[in-house]
């Protein structure tokens, strides 16, 4: 089992910084895959980034250059980057655990995880 709760969320202007984590409990939490989705009001659910136990990363093309994922596996944290955000994306942030322990196989569907977190709102003012 594994609990995940997001935090770093807020307010920012077009443009600006936020870096949100998401920290991780249970002894299985090792090695997954750990994903960062977002949802806007009235739209589906989207991937945004991901990385594998080895480290290997995926980002959404929309996100790609200004967002970055990174994760402690000693301290159980994921962390998501966000620079030069904009309006497009205010969203529920939710971070999500892979189905299987120590996996590099990164997958873009929320199919592929088993685990979320709540979520984090972001909201871009222009």
């Known amino acids: 089992q594994v609990q995940l709760v997001e935090s770093g969320g807020g307010l920012v202007q077009a443009g600006g910084s936020l870096r949100l984590s998401c920290a991780a409990s249970g002894r299985t939490f090792g090695g997954r895959v750990m994903g960062w989705f977002r949802q806007a009001p009235g739209k589906e659910r989207e991937f945004v980034a991901a990385i594998g136990g080895g480290g290997s990363t995926a980002y959404a093309d929309s996100v790609k250059g200004r967002f970055t994922i990174s994760r402690d596996d000693a301290k159980n944290t994921v962390s998501l980057q966000m620079n030069s955000l904009k309006p497009e994306d205010t969203a529920t942030y939710s971070c999500?655990?892979?189905?299987?322990?120590?996996?590099?196989?990164?997958?873009?569907?929320?199919?592929?995880?088993?685990?979320w977190g709540q979520g984090t709102q972001v909201t871009v003012s222009s």
């Open positions: 999500a655990a892979g189905r299987l322990p120590y996996s590099n196989s990164i997958t873009r569907s929320e199919g592929g995880y088993l685990y």
